[in-house]
Structure formats: C-alpha cells, structure tokens
C-alpha cells in the first residue's frame, strides 16, 4: 500500500534562504562551460530546513527526550505544537530547560511515530504510511498537532478495507475522530454481509456489532435469518478466536461447537442465557425476530439451536399472529404514511445479489399478511409487482382490493477494497397496489450512469401499520350498550 503525501504545519517561506546554489559564470557574466550552461536542482527551502535543522541538529536549542531517544529540536519549530507551545508560554518549570524528558503514557506511540511528527514541523510535506498511521496519529494527537491529525484521519478514510476498518474505528473512538468513525460504520454496514469475512468476523467488538445490527442501513443479503446466522458465526469466533478455517466451514463448526453446549444444560435454557452466551445478548436484541419467525424453516432453526431464550420469541409470536389477524380480517392494508422512525427501527431488511446484467425474477421468503411481492430487474429498472392470480404462490394470497406497502430500495456495487463505486436509492415511498398490479420503482436509464456487476440489491419493507395502542378501559366495538 503505498505512502499517501499530505501537507502539514512547516516552514512554507520563499525567496533564497537556505537554497543552496551552483553556478558557474564566464568573466562576461555568462553560463561557464562549453555549450550552454548546467542547471542544477536546487533545495527547496522547506528540504534544506528538515536536512538542515531536523535531521542534522544544527544550531539546536532545546532537546527532547522520549522512549530511549533523543531529538536536537528547535523551540521556535516546537511551538506549533499546541503541546510545546503551552508548555515554553505558561509558568511551567519546562519553558526554560534546555532538555526536557516526555513521558509517553500511549502505548500506540513509538519512536518511528515521534520521529515523523517531530520531523513535520520542518517540513512541507510528510509521508504517511497507512500501515503506521494510527501510531503517527497517537503522536500528533499528544503534541496537538492539528494539521497532521487531519491528514491522519483523511489518509485513515482512503484506506479503509477489511484489515484496516476494525483498528481504525477503535482508534477513530479514541482519539475523537468522529468522521472517520463514521466513515468506518458504513464501510461495515455495507460490507458485513455483501463480503463476509472470517477475519473481519474475529474483529468485531460486541459494541461495535451492536452498532450493525440495529441499523436499517445495514446491507442485508438475502433475509433476517441470515442476520442470525452471521450473528452466530460471530458468536462463535468470539468464543472460539483461535479458529482459522475457510469462510466455507464457519458455520458447520459453529453449529458443531453449539450442539455441544447444548449437552451441558437443562432442556429449558438457552445458550444465551448461559454464563457463555449472557455476554451476547445485547447483540442478538436487536434482531428483527418477527421477520425470523415468520418462515418455517428459519422458525425451526431458531428453535433447534437454543441459543434464544424462548420468553423473547413468545411475545415476538403473538405480535405476529396479531397482525395478521388485523391484516387478514380486512382491518389493515398496510401502512397509510411514511413513518421513517418505525421503519428505521423495525422494518424488514432483505437483499440480493445479482451476479450480472440480464433479466431477473424473485420474492423474498416468508409470510408477508398474504402481501405476495415480486421484485424483477429488466432493461435496467426495477419492478415492484403485487401478484394475486397471476403466479402461483406457496402462501395465502390477500385479495384486498389494494394493499399498501412502504419500502426504501438501495443498489449498490463495490471494488476490491469494499468501497462502493456505484449506487443508488429510492428512499423511503409509500406505494399503493391493486390486484396484480405493477410499478417501476427504480429506473437506472434515466438515472446517469448505469451499474457496474455484481450488483447488490437491498430493501426495507413495512407490510403493516405500526399496531395502535387502544385504551384498555374502551369498550370493543360490539360491547352492548
């Protein structure tokens, strides 16, 4: 990876001192030599100073101790530091010796580190090493060197991948670099399950997974089951870190590792509520349980692996089986407005991976109140169709008249480095369908530049009205009088 150039505080100063020059003149005032004259390259003056001054010490009048080392530095040079500055202005014992010994109490800080940020307030430029720079930014961040904290974080922002996301958001906390925090956050949230990684799964904090899977922004592959999945892949590499199998294997393992925690205990408790497993919950809360449940398959999973106590899935249940009785019983026909904070919190997230340009054709698995959608993409636009009679569907069917639905839709493509090169929203929308019907949703044509492949497809969805709370003391509609 190479070295990225970044402008920092220095010695910016022009005209001629400090250059070196080398000329050779004829007795006319003319170029010497035969021919025309010989130009040499000259120093810049920002390169004579850091030769000069920084690297050979010269006319020196402060010295800096640290770590076993010793840096000949020059106290009008230190004062850009906000550290130094503070320091020869204030009535401390230090602004008039001549050596002063720095206590360094961050572990992240070395000498390498201490070296360049020294060196950067004599010169212009300063080459950053992504592989250093969390060290580089540890210095710059004790000695108050503002323009090379900046650089540090825009040099942490171009370099985000899946080796470097995990270190930088922990030191982007730390040191209080909010942008590249976030920056990292949606690195995460679209790479976590777009590109899985077993080394990007071992890196995970707790509170850092939290963070993803609360989000809406969270770029879903396939459904909610695959959340818990990845969860318990997660899980598992906490447990176990020393694990170092392919990606292939992951979940085998785990499920292997699970069924054998299983044996240990009572029929009636759940891995999660183990002394193991107490640590995870607060991650697996913030699952969208009501969209697990919602399949048999992915229902039957939840319940063979025991690692969710079965009093969070009982009240999950019984919302579900009361919204469909709501949704089937012609009460509700889904959302009548946009309520962006419910879907933030509670919609469904489901996503697609499109290998390359052609025609496609899918629904999403699991009972939808009898809301049977069709997504297809052809000719670079896609399709939202509500089907009833048309298809033949493995599930009931609602024939309402017309049914609402509220959704936001994301494309997206990525590079090597997980970085996104193409992508597109529709943000949140209300649609209203009637039997059978269709609606372009997206239309890339007229849109700008078209996508580039694979192309990763994620929705949220919200199929009903967010459950009204009803004054308990209210009589039902056919109480008699």
Not at 78 to 88: N, P, R
Not at 92 to 119: C, R, Y
Request: hydrophobic share 35%; proline share 3%.
């Amino acid at each position: 990876m190479g070295a990225v150039r970044s402008r920092v505080l220095g010695d910016g100063g022009s005209g001629e001192t400090g250059r070196k020059r080398e000329r050779s003149e004829g007795s006319d005032g003319s170029d010497g030599g035969e021919g025309e004259g010989i130009r040499k390259r000259f120093k810049s003056t920002s390169e004579y100073i850091y030769q000069t001054l920084f690297l050979n010490g010269e006319n020196s009048d402060i010295k800096i101790r640290a770590l076993g080392e010793e840096w000949n530095l020059h106290k009008l040079y230190l004062c850009q530091s906000g550290y130094f500055s503070s320091m020869f202005s204030g009535s401390w014992k230090e602004s008039n010796m001549n050596t002063i010994e720095l206590e360094i109490p961050d572990q992240n800080i070395d000498i390498e580190a201490l070296q360049v940020a020294f060196g950067s307030l004599y010169r212009d430029d300063v080459l950053i090493n992504p592989r250093r720079v969390v060290a580089l930014l540890a210095a710059a961040c004790m000695l108050q060197l503002d323009a090379l904290i900046e650089q540090c974080a825009e040099t942490m922002k171009e370099t985000i991948n899946a080796q470097t996301v995990c270190g930088y958001c922990s030191s982007a906390e730390m040191y209080g670099l909010d942008s590249v925090k976030n920056k990292c956050l949606k690195w995460l949230l679209d790479n976590l399950m777009t590109h899985p990684r077993v080394e990007l799964f071992r890196e995970l904090s707790i509170n850092l997974m939290e963070q993803l899977i609360s989000s809406s922004d969270l770029f879903v592959m396939q459904v909610e089951t695959d959340v818990y999945t990845t969860l318990k892949k997660w899980m598992f590499l906490q447990l176990v870190p020393s694990w170092n199998g392919p990606l292939g294997q992951l979940l085998t393992e785990a499920d292997a590792w699970f069924a054998k925690r299983r044996k240990d205990f009572r029929d009636d408790v759940a891995f999660l509520d183990s002394e193991q497993g107490k640590a995870f919950q607060s991650v697996f809360t913030l699952l969208r349980l009501q969209y697990i449940i919602n399949d048999m398959a992915s229902a039957r999973i939840i319940d063979s692996d025991s690692l969710i106590p079965s009093e969070w899935l009982c009240s999950v249940y019984k919302q579900q089986w009361l919204a469909m009785l709501r949704a089937e019983q012609g009460s509700d026909i889904g959302p009548q407005e946009i309520n962006e904070e419910e879907l933030e919190g509670n919609s469904m997230r489901c996503g697609r991976k499109l290998e390359k340009d052609g025609d496609y054709s899918w629904r999403w698995t699991g009972f939808n109140f009898g809301f049977d959608l069709l997504v297809i993409y052809t000719n670079h636009r896609i399709i939202f169709k509500r089907n009833t009679l048309d298809r033949p569907s493995s599930g009931s069917v609602s024939l309402q008249p017309r049914r609402n639905v509220a959704f936001r839709l994301r494309l997206a493509s990525f590079d090597n480095n997980g970085k996104k090169i193409f992508k597109r929203t529709t943000g949140y929308q209300l649609l209203s369908l009637g039997k059978d019907q269709e609606q372009i949703v997206m239309n890339l044509l007229v849109e700008g530049r078209l996508p580039t492949f694979p192309l990763y497809v994620c929705c949220n969805f919200q199929y009903t009205s967010p459950e009204r709370k009803v004054d308990r003391e209210a009589p039902p509609d056919n109480a008699e009088n």
